[in-house]
């Protein structure tokens, strides 16, 4: 299931189970679109009632004794925080991510294996190891800079390099998980469904 916060904004993938959860708690809605892409918000009456109209045999449905429940593929949360905040982990791959593979030097997309971190500030002159002075680099830039300032090298990332605001969970090194997500059509409001992109912010 796509989780969204109250901004809309997507935030997590979890599983119907906990999407049920959140729901009977009454702590999400479902999101539910209709063919005209319009989204429409069921609390968990309304979505039972919903799930009655349902032809079974097209859609995911949970069923009890007495009725039938259908399975939402994307949530919003009724409130802030319910799901903890995770910080987005400072590692190379995910530094990739937040630069779209694009070298902060001449801007020019790469493949990972063509790609280095570089130290905005090196690290010889105290630059620390942080989202906020590594940027992605391709090779060649990367040597060029080599351990000079940005202004002695004249060569200043395209955009100032700060920690993700939310967490990347599609990858493009990360194939299994991709792979073993099932995405829903109607995400596609909300993400961009391309293997290597989530936006950042
Ligand atoms: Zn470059």
Known sequence: MLVLNRLWQPVNICTARRAVGLLFLGHAQVVHADEEQNFF?????????????????????????????????????????????????????????????????????????????????????GGKTTWENVVCSCIRCNTRKANKMPMDANMFPMRKPAAPKWRPFFSAGDRQSTASQSFHESWRHFIDLKPASVKLC
């Open 41 to 125: 918000t069921h609390d968990v009456n309304s979505w039972l009632e919903f799930s009655e109209q349902f032809d079974s045999a097209h859609a995911e449905v949970v069923r009890s004794i007495s009725r039938q429940f259908r399975v939402p593929y994307i949530i919003v949360l009724s409130m802030f925080d319910r799901l903890p905040r995770k910080e987005v982990k400072f590692t190379r791959q995910n530094v990739f991510q937040r630069d779209d593979y694009t070298c902060q030097y001449c801007g020019v997309r790469h493949d990972t294996r063509d790609l280095n971190l570089d130290h905005v500030v090196p690290r010889d002159k």
